[in-house]
């Protein structure tokens, strides 16, 4: 089965930054997109960026221009490099691969943004 392990979350004051991985245990070509949500206490969970097989990426609006997905096929991993981090950052943050009609979630890593 495909699993997905997350990790590099912690604690960072505001403006600081951190680097999630997500490890596949798959060829991270086989699937669709491999990215990442995220969840706020008491919020949904939601959205935030996702890598194609081709490369092409894709961000939700609050945090273009601050986070960065990126790949190393080599190490079947994806990277989410996260700078300028707010409080509204925090939350749990989990890696998602998809292929059609499927979606692989990993367990999730805190990251909480606070002074």
């Known amino acids: 089965q495909v699993q997905l392990v997350e990790s590099g979350g912690g604690l960072v004051r505001p403006g600081g930054s951190l680097k999630l991985s997500c490890e596949v245990s798959?060829?991270?070509?086989?699937?669709?997109?491999v990215g990442w949500h995220r969840q706020a206490p008491g919020g949904e969970r939601d959205f935030v960026a996702s890598?194609?097989?081709?490369?092409?990426?894709d961000y939700e609006d609050s945090v273009k221009g601050r986070f960065t997905i990126s790949r190393d096929h080599t190490k079947n991993t994806v990277y989410l490099q996260m700078t300028n981090l707010k409080s509204e950052d925090t939350a749990v943050y989990y890696c998602?691969?998809?292929?059609?009609?499927?979606?692989?979630w990993g367990q999730g890593t805190q990251v909480t943004v606070s002074s």
């Open positions: 798959e060829n991270i070509f086989d699937f669709n997109t």
């Open positions: 998602k691969a998809n292929i059609p009609f499927r979606h692989y």
């Open positions: 890598i194609d097989r081709n490369g092409r990426t």
